[in-house]
C-alpha cells in the first residue's frame, strides 16, 4: 500500500527520543521549552506554546482570546472538524465562509460580502479561523485588511502549513494574526507523534495559553518566597493539555530536516502536475504571493460522478488515495445546529470532485509512477 501521507523517522529522530528516554524527564521538561524556541526562532514569532494536539492549540487559542458564550466564530467549511469544534468547546457558536475555487483557501470576497451583512444584522464574529488548506496561506493581507475594519480576531490554522510562506515571510510570522496554529500529527509536514503549537508575538496571549495548558496554574517567585517553593496557584479552569519531553525531542530533531521536507513536497507536486496534465481533473492551485509547505496533493475530477469508482479502483490497486475534507456544515452535529447541503456551493462542488494521491517526501518517483498509471487506468 502507497499511504496517501507517511512520517519520515531517522536514526538521528530515534536517538533524539532515547536520550529523553534515558533522561530525568519524560512529562513535559526542558525539551519542550527548547522545541518551542527553535519554532518559535524558525517563523520568526515572539512566543510559542506547545500543547498535546492541535485541537488542544486551537482551543487555547480561542480561550486566550476570550471567546465564550454567545460569541460568534467563522471559519471554513472545508476542513477538518477541529477548526470549527473549538470555537463550540468555548461555548461559542461557529459560522462558516465559503472557499473560493481556484485556491480552495477561504474566499476574501464571500468573506466581504458576508461581514457587511452581519454588520446589518448586528453580528458580526469575534474571530475568524481561516485554514491554509494543504499547506497553501489564505489571502492573509486581505483578512488583515478586513479584520482592522470590521474589529475581529484572526487565528491562521496552519496545521497543513509549516515551512510554507506568505509575502515572502514565514507562516507563523504573526504578520496577520494574532496567533497561529500549527500540527505535529504524522502525516503532517514534520511530527511529534501528535502534538501542536500555538504561536504570538502578543505576550499576554502567550501566557494565557501557557497557564490553560497546564490546569490554570501559575508559579510565583513573590508568593513562594511568601509560603514556600512548593507553592502554586490555580488562577483559572484549565486543562492538561501539556507536549511530553519525548514529543518535543522527536519534534525538534524533525525540525532540522524541514526545508529538506517541503523541498521535497514541492519537487513531487511539480512531477505530478506535468504528469496529469492530459487527464480530465483539475490539479492544485498556485498563488503568486504563497509557497505552499504541499501538505496535500488534492486533484478535482472534471466528472464527479466517477469520483467513487476512481477512489475504490485506485485502493483496490494498493494506492491509499482519500478525500480531504467532507464540509463540516454536512457533518450531523453541525445539520443539527440548522446548516444544510447548498448552504456552501463552493466547498460542495469542490468536495464532490476531491480526491488526494500520495505526497510525503520519501515518495519514490517509481511508486510515482505507479500512482500515475492507476490514475489513467481509472479515467480511462
Known amino acids: 500500500?502507497?499511504?496517501?501521507?507517511?512520517?519520515?523517522?531517522?536514526?538521528?529522530?530515534?536517538?533524539?527520543?532515547?536520550?529523553?528516554?534515558?533522561?530525568?524527564?519524560?512529562?513535559?521538561?526542558?525539551?519542550?521549552?527548547?522545541?518551542?524556541?527553535?519554532?518559535?526562532?524558525?517563523?520568526?514569532?515572539s512566543r510559542a506554546v506547545a500543547a498535546n494536539s492541535a485541537t488542544s492549540s486551537l482551543h487555547l487559542a480561542c480561550l486566550a482570546l476570550g471567546i465564550g458564550p454567545g460569541d460568534l466564530g467563522w471559519t471554513v467549511p472545508n476542513t477538518f472538524v477541529a477548526s470549527a469544534n473549538c470555537l463550540r468547546h468555548c461555548?461559542?457558536?461557529?459560522?462558516?465562509?465559503?472557499?473560493?475555487?481556484?485556491?480552495?483557501?477561504?474566499?476574501v470576497d464571500a468573506l466581504e460580502e458576508k461581514l457587511r451583512s452581519a454588520r446589518r444584522a448586528g453580528r458580526l464574529p469575534k474571530v475568524l479561523i481561516p485554514v491554509h488548506f494543504a499547506g497553501l496561506s489564505c489571502d492573509m493581507a486581505g483578512i488583515a485588511r478586513l479584520a482592522d475594519e470590521y474589529g475581529f480576531k484572526v487565528i491562521e490554522d496552519a496545521s497543513h502549513a509549516i515551512g510554507g510562506r506568505h509575502r515572502g515571510q514565514p507562516i507563523g510570522c504573526g504578520r496577520y494574526a494574532d496567533i497561529t496554529v500549527f500540527s505535529f500529527h504524522p502525516v503532517k509536514i514534520i511530527t511529534t507523534g501528535e502534538g501542536g503549537m500555538a504561536l504570538s508575538n502578543d505576550a499576554v496571549l502567550a501566557d494565557a495559553m501557557t497557564r490553560l495548558r497546564s490546569h490554570g496554574i501559575r508559579r510565583d517567585a513573590a508568593a513562594q518566597a511568601v509560603h514556600g517553593p512548593w507553592y502554586y496557584e490555580q488562577t483559572e479552569l484549565g486543562f492538561n493539555y501539556r507536549?511530553?519531553?519525548?514529543?518535543?525531542?522527536l519534534g525538534l530533531s524533525q525540525l532540522a530536516r524541514l526545508d529538506a521536507y517541503v523541498a521535497a513536497r514541492l519537487r513531487l507536486a511539480d512531477r505530478y502536475d506535468r504528469l496529469l496534465a492530459d487527464l480530465p481533473l483539475r490539479t492544485p492551485g498556485r498563488d503568486p504571493d504563497s509557497d505552499s509547505a504541499w501538505h496535500l496533493y488534492v486533484v478535482r475530477l472534471e466528472d464527479a460522478g466517477r469520483r467513487r469508482a476512481v477512489f475504490e479502483h485506485l485502493r483496490a490497486a494498493g494506492i491509499g488515495v482519500n478525500v480531504h475534507y467532507i464540509p463540516v456544515h454536512l457533518q450531523p452535529d453541525y445539520q443539527s445546529q440548522g446548516f444544510a447541503p447548498g448552504d456552501y456551493p463552493v466547498a460542495e462542488d469542490y468536495y464532490a470532485r476531491a480526491l488526494t494521491l500520495p505526497l510525503y517526501p520519501t515518495l519514490s518517483e517509481t511508486e510515482q509512477d505507479r500512482v500515475v498509471i492507476k490514475l489513467h487506468e481509472a479515467l480511462a
Open 1 to 45: 500500500m502507497i499511504p496517501y501521507g507517511r512520517q519520515d523517522v531517522t536514526d538521528e529522530d530515534i536517538a533524539a527520543v532515547v536520550a529523553v528516554l534515558r533522561s530525568d524527564w519524560l512529562t513535559q521538561g526542558p525539551a519542550v521549552p527548547r522545541f518551542e524556541e527553535a519554532v518559535a526562532m524558525r517563523c520568526g514569532a
Open 243 to 249: 507536549m511530553t519531553d519525548i514529543q518535543a525531542a
Open 91 to 107: 461555548g461559542a457558536v461557529a459560522d462558516f465562509v465559503d472557499i473560493d475555487p481556484s485556491t480552495l483557501n477561504l474566499g
